[in-house]
């Protein structure tokens, strides 16, 4: 069965410092999509980003990029020069091709930002 | 446009008690999703409708929750006999789909924040 692990409960940096979310997946489908979200205090969750299993290229956009790397089945979120306003809960989610299209998500990772 | 509505926001029951929470989803998406996060967790998957296709209930944690949907519109999920440990947020999400496409971006819902007295 599909499991997503995000070992980092809760992260605090001081403004301007980078950040880097980790994010490990389970699954035995060949074909699957990766997905990050954000849950600021406000509650609603935010899309961040999809890749799927084929597409091993790195992103960046703007201040945010990921890593993802098949051969540690990790789906990494960093962020550069981190800012107050993004503080928030971020859950790393995985939908299976043949497991039906539901999001199995990570515990998530409170991350704080001081001033 | 309209984003996902969920009502009520908050709903406060005495255990025992059945509770009914709502879904609008975006117009024109035809698949929608319900989850549940419990204070502090991730979200778990409850259940999912695409179109006319027969319900995926395979998140469902007994037979005391159910959901309907009517056509591709709007979707109510019922609890049963409420438990405390039905205390949580629910979370309505939609998504347009292409051919039953699983890697369309869910839009989730504010969600209905439930507290099970």
């Known amino acids: 069965a599909q499991k997503v692990t995000q070992a980092q409960t809760e992260i605090s940096v001081v403004e301007k410092e980078d950040v880097t979310l980790d994010c490990v997946y389970e699954t035995r489908d060949t074909t699957y999509y990766l997905f990050w979200y954000k849950q600021p205090p406000s509650g609603e969750l935010v899309f ?3 890749r799927n299993s084929f597409d091993e290229q790195n992103e960046i956009s ?3 990029s990921w890593n993802f790397q098949k051969s540690t089945s990790s789906f990494n979120f960093t962020i550069t020069a981190s800012q107050v306003v993004d503080s928030a809960v971020y859950f790393c989610a995985l939908i299976e091709n043949n497991a039906g299209n539901m999001l199995t998500f990570g515990g998530g990772t409170r991350l704080m930002v001081k001033p | 446009g309209a984003g996902v509505s969920q009502s009520p926001s908050n709903k406060v029951t005495e ?3 059945d509770v009914e929470l709502r879904c609008d989803p975006i117009s024109g998406h ?3 999703y319900w989850y549940r996060q419990r204070l502090g967790q991730g979200l778990e998957f409850l259940i999912y409708f695409q179109g006319n296709s027969a319900p995926d209930k395979s998140g ?3 037979d005391r929750f159910s959901a309907e949907r009517t056509g591709e519109s709007v979707s109510t999920l019922t609890i049963q006999r409420t438990q405390q440990e039905d205390s ?3 979370l ?3 998504s347009g ?3 039953g496409a699983p890697y369309n971006e869910q839009f989730f819902g504010p969600g209905t924040r439930l507290t099970v007295l």
């Open chain 2, 30 to 32: 035809t698949a929608l």
């Open chain 2, 92 to 94: 309505c999400a939609s």
């Open chain 2, 60 to 62: 469902l944690p007994s």
């Open chain 1, 48 to 50: 961040l980003i999809r």
């Open chain 2, 97 to 99: 789909t292409s051919g």
């Open chain 2, 15 to 17: 255990k025992g008690k």
């Open chain 1, 62 to 64: 703007g201040r945010y």
């Open chain 2, 88 to 90: 949580a947020v629910y």
